[in-house]
């Protein structure tokens, strides 16, 4: 099955940083998300990103499918960015694969 | 924004008892779905349910686990006789036909 490897697993910012997170697939996938996990353990879904860029205000996730990767870029982070940072995808069907998670801490 | 609706948010069981986690998807969506989450792991799959049917399980979802669709509102997940390695954050999350998966905030289930 899919393979999902994240990096950096750990990542500190001093808020007002920028940061790049990755994902790397281990096989073609047709869907591919991004979700931030909050303090209270929710998961927000950040991008639906099979291929492509796309921009949501400080976010912004390009995939590039051809090369099996994706990245999140969050920039001028503030300290409600904290959490874990998943990324998840899937061939043609719901089963979601996630990877292990990026925790990103950003510091006052 | 549409969202999906879990209840209860925490259940706390003692290992052998019978629990159902309540699941309200996004009320045009099709496809359903549960995941689950042990504190400190990835979010893994448990099982997908379409047009009243499980149409895919994980080897987590065993003969413990069932889920029902009892009317046209619900997704229910029960576990018939937990375990202590069952406690875990549970998640539902359903998609329409672009599998774009909502997840709901989760029940953290807690066996004792």
Known sequence: GIQVEQSPPDLILQEGANSTLRCNFSDSVNNLQWFHQNPWGQLINLFYIPSGTKQNGRLSATTVATERYSLLYISSSQTTDSGVYFCAGSGNTGKLIFGQGTTLQVKP | ?112
């Not at chain 2, 925490?10 to 052998?16: A, E, F, N, R, S």
């Not at chain 2, 309200?24 to 792991?41: D, E, K, T």
């Not at chain 2, 997908?48 to 080897?59: C, D, G, L, R, T």
């Not at chain 2, 987590?60 to 997940?77: K, M, Y």
């Open chain 2, 1 to 112: 924004e549409p969202e999906v609706t879990q209840t209860p948010s925490h259940q706390v069981t003692q290992m052998g008892q019978e629990v159902i986690l309540r699941c309200v998807p996004i009320s045009n969506h099709l496809y359903f779905y549960w995941y689950r989450q042990i504190l400190g792991q990835k979010v893994e799959f448990l099982v997908s349910f379409y047009n009243n049917e499980i149409s895919e399980k994980s080897e987590i979802f065993d003969d413990q686990f069932s889920v029902e669709r009892p009317d046209g509102s619900n997704f229910t997940l029960k576990i018939r006789s937990t375990k202590l390695e069952d406690s875990a954050m549970y998640f539902c999350a359903s998609s329409d036909r672009a599998n774009v998966l909502t997840f709901g905030a989760g029940s953290r289930l807690t066996v004792l």
